[in-house]
């Protein structure tokens, strides 16, 4: 047969049209720089956008292409921003991570990020150069899902919330960095307040200098959350903390959780949620309480023991009796204890697709990579690895130097795949914990379906262990399974979901735990997948991997200019 017949390819032009016509493009001009903040009554030079820590929220509609022009005001600073849980078919320059697919931004330059946001849900945009995600350069994204499309939420809601967790520091990112790499190390220490859309109160506020902190400061006044009584919310909750895993509560309002990572989840219903730094979830709340008084919001630190006080913000009731931004009756809620892992590990495990919403991975690895993740040491520097290789980014972001076949521009060894597990004790500590690093990527067979098995163990300090929160650029995975112990291959993988995972872009590794995932490596591009805990990934906490890049259409020239180049040196 010839033609399809005419009426139905009009018919297939008309719906195209529509669709199009339904997606819409979404302009935001953004003006980086550093500005006196108070998000914690102290006064702070902070990373803004427009002058606001946390920036603007970006709202759009699956399908949706936004557009955000960012004009680096920073004077001496360069700035990158990674869109974090957008994985950008068809864009990986625009995935605004410094050495990886782009070059940074340099102050005065303009650089615009254009990327489609393909699928509903909640997500967030951070700084990704250096540690500068710390200083302030942060904020949220949501996608609603396509009208009367497939991605509809599988929930019913009546009104919506946002809340942006945040931990935060007094001393500069500099300072930070510095610390991280002197010897002996100056750790950045637990954080001096946690931010609810970046409103905290620093606890010692009085005993500072004068002028050092302003407990009126109307940029440090709890944040309040109003409520219909009667009525059902949708939170929307992100962590963009540098360090902390959180638990997050609302005061005598058990939370349903219906979404993670912009995936819909078989609801189940907690009193505490456990969110680590680079996770969204969406959680339903009935507005049923007494609505003549008011209820805390609290944030609290898990897994490394606290010296921070209590993140908090106000939901108060419409038409109740107490005004709006009057302190609840109670002590604001403290959470479980923070050393607690059996119970942060069963969150973990309950997290799954929605029965609605499953999309079953594939049922087999083509590779599958084995990561052991250490504390090591290098020239006396304290550093982290994989499989005993600290990561270093490379001058040339890879994407530039793969396409354009800058061969020397980053370790052309791949790193190894996996360690010497037979035996090893992951609650010892290493006999020899010296290391080396590498700027080498893993190399992906287009199409593919990867595993990723990241080990925990302890740390150099005896019987330690964190939880670390890993993040993958420009994929969802499949998470397969949780472990405490060492992962042995021959065994665990018999244990896997591979009926209802859940698919996210980041998932904890509990201390001295396993997490198995899988992905497609269906995007051509270079990815990070790294700890998402800035001073982590400072000290070599991830990996890159390189899939399909000779598919990747003709760079913009705005990502290039940086380290070697083509005709340079
Ligand atoms: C607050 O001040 C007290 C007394 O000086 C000190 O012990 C405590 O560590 C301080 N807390 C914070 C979070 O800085
Ligand atoms: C604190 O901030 C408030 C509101 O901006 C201002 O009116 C007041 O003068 C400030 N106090 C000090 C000591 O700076
Ligand atoms: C948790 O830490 C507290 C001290 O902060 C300690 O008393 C308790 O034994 C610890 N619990 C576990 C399960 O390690
Ligand atoms: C580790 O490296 C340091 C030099 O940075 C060296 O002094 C030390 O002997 C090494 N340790 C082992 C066990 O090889
Ligand atoms: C890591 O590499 C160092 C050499 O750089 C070696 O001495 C050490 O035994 C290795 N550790 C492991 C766990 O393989
Ligand atoms: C670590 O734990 C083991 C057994 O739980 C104990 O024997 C040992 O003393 C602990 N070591 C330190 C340094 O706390
Ligand atoms: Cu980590």
Known sequence: MGRPPRLLCCLFLTLSL??????????????????????????????????????????????????????????TENVAIHWHGIRQIGTPWADG?????????????????????????????????????????????????????PDAEPFRYDGEHSVLLNDWWHRSTYEQSTGLASVPIVWVGEPQSLL??????????????????????????????????GKTYRFRIASVTSLSALNFEIEGHPMTVVEADGHYVKPFVVKNLNIYSGETYSVLIKADQDPNRNYW??????SRKPSTATGTAILSYYGGRSSTRRPPPTTPPTGPAWNDTTYRFRQSVATVAHPAHVEPPPPRADRTILLLNTQNKIDGRIKWALNNVSFTLPHTPYLVA??????????????????????????????????????????????????????????????????????????DFWVLGYGIGRFDPAVHPATYNLKDPILKNTVAVHPYGWTALRFKADNPGVWAFHCHIEAHFFMGMGIVFEEGVERVGQLPQEIMGCGKTKGGH
């Not at 006064?43 to 557009?67: E, F, Y």
């Not at 020397?408 to 609650?427: I, K, L, M, S, W």
Request: aromatic share 8%; hydrophobic share 40%.
């Open 18 to 75: 529509a669709a199009a016509a339904r997606a819409a493009t979404r302009h935001h001009e953004w003006d980086i720089s550093y500005q006196f903040t108070h998000s914690d009554c102290v006064r702070k030079l902070a990373v803004t956008i427009n002058g606001q820590t946390p920036g603007p929220t970006i709202r759009a509609t699956q399908g949706d292409t936004v557009v955000v022009r960012v004009k680096n005001s920073l004077l």
């Open 97 to 149: 991570t410094e050495g990886v697919t782009q070059c940074p931004i340099l102050p005065g330059d303009v650089f615009t990020y254009t990327f489609v946001v393909d699928r509903p849900g909640t997500y967030m945009y951070h700084a990704h150069y250096g540690m500068q995600r710390s200083a302030g350069l942060n904020g949220l994204i949501v996608v609603a899902a396509a009208p009367g499309g």
């Open 196 to 229: 609810i859309n970046g409103r905290g109160r620093f606890v010692n506020c009085s005993a500072m200098a004068a002028g050092a902190c302003n407990a009126t400061h109307p940029e440090c006044a709890a944040p309040v959350f109003a409520v219909v009584p």
């Open 297 to 302: 919001l609290a944030s609290n630190v898990v």
């Open 402 to 475: 793969m396409k354009s076949g800058l061969l020397g521009a980053f370790d052309q060894r791949p790193p190894p795949e996996t360690y010497a597990h037979q035996g090893y004790d992951v609650y010892a500590v290493q006999k020899n914990p010296n290391t080396t690093t590498s700027d080498g990527l893993y190399r992906l067979r287009f199409g593919s379906v990867v595993d990723v098995v990241l080990q925990n163990a302890n740390m150099l300090a005896a019987n330690n262990s964190e939880t670390h929160p890993w993040h993958l650029h420009g994929h």
